[in-house]
């Protein structure tokens, strides 16, 4: 050591702590990022920067239309809300039409078409289609299988081809099929999702129709979003071993697509937020669809290759999304004024309705999230517990007996299971895999098992004893926000909880995390189970407590109290110490453990909504009552403010109100109160 | 050898050095965050609103491009066309504005079509949420916030806290942090 003092020049010490001194160099890059501003050139005079632009369009199922309104900014769809206009017809919107936004950003969707499996390109199968249409016109057979339901644009579109004496036209969708009768809690959850079981009376063949003359066609188009080979053996077989060219357009990012791996070509299509469209609802109206962004990727729609068909094969070059326009504009009268209420009254024939089947032994219903599996894939969905079960994830059986989880084993699958009540034999999901394997099972040979420790459930807690009060606020200065909240009402289809995560920026966790119970959804759906076995939904989040336990216990006074009885979180202040979320008495809080926010940016390319911030790690997070749509409110100085899961609510079970000026309800369950915390939203 | 490390050495040294380090600190965030600076920044184009603005230069009213300042929730910048409106014709051969013929004039022969990305010098962050529009119907004047666009100050929460406190408004945290 003291040989080193006596060297010439500098010692390795004092070089390494000289060396580590410069690191102070890097301070100067201590500052935010730089940011950038760039303005569009083609922006309309009415998108100014930061408002919402809220455009009406539908969602085409096969039991009919779902009208909702496309909420943008920057024109870039950011979330789904139900149309106003139409709540006369139907009030709200299902959870499964929210969550198909993700669809249209997701990045599994197909990028370019395949040919047998390899990838062609979209120049060749326009060439291809030229070549189709000339086919047709020589009178050759070419095969059309449309999806269930009833299109204006598809009708025209057909009375055209019908003078080629070849095309034969299908429709097909497991969707479209009668329901199972037998268990009224699940019947009006599918009913709440998808409307009621009708069958639109289009002309077209059914599926065993098309199975039949498949050998003798050249050509198949697919356009039917189901998967029929996947549900029907014959269908499967037929178009493994027949001769003609199959085209499977596919809008799904789902990979599970069974058609498309029998099929010659894969197409991408357009999502129906990037296309034209007018689609019957269940009601006789007609439900009108505009793009709502150009198409993401290179896609096309089924009226562009119905209309190149037509036309010797043409498709116009930009996106081809005035094609179908220009037979819209024919077919709707006061096209302008339509579009803005986003559909027609009585424009559409009626469907006839379709009667239950009876009850059997082994039942499959359609799930009110997944339908017939086809939105397994969508994030939020399997995020979101499905308030009936408990359950989040894959879609889950119901055996009878009376409230507890379980699981069901038929072979080599296992099936989360929820044991209900008033139920008398097994519903299982109407997914191909389920239905393949019970295909000669017994209702014996299924085994119950204990419940899945890998998936996330929400246990059904005793309910507690029933306690009326006449309610009581304090606060003199207008406005004072609450909300009342309608037990009655609330079915349990969990629609409010996906809106929430939409509106307010609450990102997906992963499996791994949901089984340590650190779901992030701000709103939750309470199951409460009677001493008969009868299951109470109870929709929960911050209750704005006007002694709010939360606000004495921050270190750092980030939840703080507003003159409008709303209590704030602040989240550049929050510290993390998770002392509020132990002082709430209704568990109202979450944390972000990790930096979910973040992750989820980066997976998923859908924007957020920028009225919200994304909230980092180490930060709590709770309703707000939707505040940022409060001041916009006060802002625009419109109609009374409407949550997020007050719009979407299919029964209109929530109201945010102004316990100033609106009539108070009699009385207010108080069952679920904290003694002294004086909370601001009322159960009913 | 003589004791390096007596008692008052261990305590009060470190001591001293953690104290003056943490008022440096302190001082450096009050001086970042809490003292309006202004922010200079240079700009692909050196645009000044002086000469656009002044009533004995052009004398144009800021909303002439900033359409967001009195409905929107952004103010907004002006898409390169507006910029052309003009200045196809006036100062058309300068070469300070090339970077606008690039971006917008599909007539010039340095046409691109690459639009003009301006910095933005006073950003507000992530988490505030400023609404120009209810500013500008209540009646407060550009000048009032921004009385030299040149050279712009960086607002901290203070200036809005001392204009909400001054007129009795709501400084409810939720009114800008949602």
Not at chain 1, 108 to 117: D, E, Y
Request: charge should be neutral; hydrophobic fraction near 40%; include cysteine.
């Amino acid at each position: 050591m003291s040989e080193a003092s006596h060297r010439e020049g500098i010692s390795r010490r004092s070089f390494l702590k000289w060396l580590g001194a410069l690191a102070l160099l890097a301070l100067p890059a201590c500052r935010r990022a730089q940011q950038y501003a760039v303005q569009p050139e083609d922006c309309p005079e009415w998108m100014l920067p930061g408002n919402s632009t809220c455009f009406a369009t539908c969602m085409p199922w096969a039991t009919g239309a779902i009208p909702l309104l496309a909420v943008c900014y920057d024109g870039l769809p950011v979330s789904l809300q139900s149309n106003p206009a139409y709540e006369a017809v139907r009030r709200g919107l299902p959870a499964f039409a929210q969550a198909s936004i993700l669809d249209l950003y997701d990045e599994n969707r197909l990028a370019q078409p395949t040919r047998a499996g390899k990838p062609h390109p979209m120049q060749a199968f326009k060439a291809s289609l030229r070549a189709w249409a000339a086919l047709l016109k020589e009178g050759r057979r070419v095969g059309f299988l449309f999806p269930a339901g009833y299109s204006a644009i598809r009708m025209a579109q057909v009375e055209a081809l019908r003078q080629f004496n070849g095309a034969s036209f299908y429709s097909y969708d497991v969707a479209a099929g009668a329901r199972p009768g037998g268990f009224p809690e699940l019947e009006t959850l599918i009913q709440s999702s998808f409307g009621p079981a009708v069958c639109f009376d289009t002309g077209f063949g059914s599926l065993a129709d098309l199975t039949q003359a498949l050998p003798q066609l050249e050509v198949l188009f697919i356009f039917t979003p189901a998967d029929p080979a996947a549900f029907d053996a014959d269908f499967a077989a037929a178009l493994q071993n027949c001769t003609a060219e199959t085209v499977r357009l596919m809008a799904s990012p789902s990979h599970a697509d069974v058609t498309s791996g029998l099929s010659l070509y894969v197409v991408p299509q357009t999502h129906y937020l990037e296309e034209w469209g007018a689609d019957a609802d269940a009601y006789g109206n007609l439900c009108l669809r505009q793009p709502i962004t150009q198409p993401l990727r290179a896609a096309l729609s089924e009226a562009e290759v119905l209309h190149a068909l037509l036309h010797q094969g043409e498709v116009p070059e930009a996106g081809g999304v005035s094609t179908a326009k220009g037979w819209l504009e024919k077919l709707v009268p006061d096209w302008e004024t339509a579009l803005k209420l986003g559909y027609v009254p009585a424009g559409a024939p009626k469907p006839r309705e379709i009667s239950p089947t009876p009850h059997a032994d082994i039942n499959f219903y359609l799930h009110p999230y997944y339908a017939d599996g086809r939105f397994r894939h969508n994030a939020w969905l399997r995020e979101n517990y499905f308030p009936l079960s408990g359950w989040a994830g894959d879609g889950e059986a119901f055996l009878p007996g009376g409230g507890s989880p379980g699981s069901l084993i038929m072979g080599s699958l296992r099936v989360s299971a929820w044991r209900h009540a008033g139920v008398k034999s097994y519903w299982l999901p109407l997914y191909p895999e389920y239905v393949k394997a019970s295909v000669g099972m017994q209702k014996d040979e299924f085994i119950a098992g204990a419940p899945h420790a890998e998936s996330p459930h929400r246990a059904a807690k005793p309910l507690p004893m029933r306690r009326v009060a006449v309610p009581r606020f304090s606060g003199k200065t207008s406005p004072q926000w609450g909300m009342v909240i309608d037990l009655s009402r609330c079915i349990g289809c969990g629609a409010c909880t996906l809106a929430c995560r939409a509106e307010n920026n609450i990102p997906t966790v992963g499996l791994q995390e949901m089984c340590y119970d650190r779901d992030l959804q701000w709103l939750r759906i309470e199951r409460y189970l009677s001493a008969d076995g009868e299951l109470h939904f109870v929709p929960m989040a911050c209750r704005q407590c006007e002694k709010a336990p939360c606000e004495a216990v921050c270190p750092v006074n980030a939840t703080t109290h507003t003159a409008s009885g709303l209590n704030t979180m602040v989240y550049p202040r929050c510290w993390g110490t998770r002392y509020c979320s132990a002082a709430c008495p209704y568990q109202a809080r979450t944390f972000n453990f990790r930096d979910y926010a973040k992750a989820e940016q980066e997976k998923m390319s859908r924007p957020h909504n920028p009225q919200v911030t994304l909230r980092s790690r180490g930060v709590m997070e709770k309703c707000t009552y939707c505040v940022q749509r409060i001041n916009a409110a006060e802002n625009a100085g419109g109609p009374p403010p409407q949550t997020a899961c007050q719009q979407v609510c299919p029964t209109g079970a929530i109201k945010l109100i102004n316990l100033c000026d609106a009539p108070l309800p009699e009385q207010v369950i108080t069952s679920f109160d904290v003694k002294g915390t004086h909370p601001r939203t009322l159960y009913t | 050898m003589k004791n390096l490390f007596n008692r008052f050495r261990i305590l009060v040294h470190p001591l001293c050095l953690f104290s003056v380090v943490g008022v440096l600190t302190l001082a450096l965030i009050y001086c970042h965050a809490y003292v309006p600076r202004v922010v200079k920044v240079k700009q692909v184009v050196p645009f000044l609103h002086a000469t656009h603005t002044d009533a004995d230069k052009v004398n144009m009213p800021c909303q002439g491009c900033h359409i967001g300042a009195e409905r929107g929730a952004g103010a907004g910048m002006p898409p390169v066309s507006v910029c052309l409106d003009c200045h196809r014709h006036v100062l058309a051969d300068d070469t300070r504005l090339l970077p606008v013929h690039a971006a917008a004039n599909m007539d010039s022969p340095i046409y691109t079509g690459e639009p003009l990305v301006w910095k933005l010098s006073t950003p507000l962050p992530a988490h505030v949420h400023f609404h120009h529009s209810r500013h500008a119907q209540a009646g407060i004047s550009c000048a009032e916030c921004h009385p030299s666009p040149d050279a712009l100050v960086q607002h901290t929460m203070s200036s809005c806290l001392d204009c909400h406190r001054k007129h009795a408004l709501p400084t409810d945290c939720d009114a800008c942090h949602h």
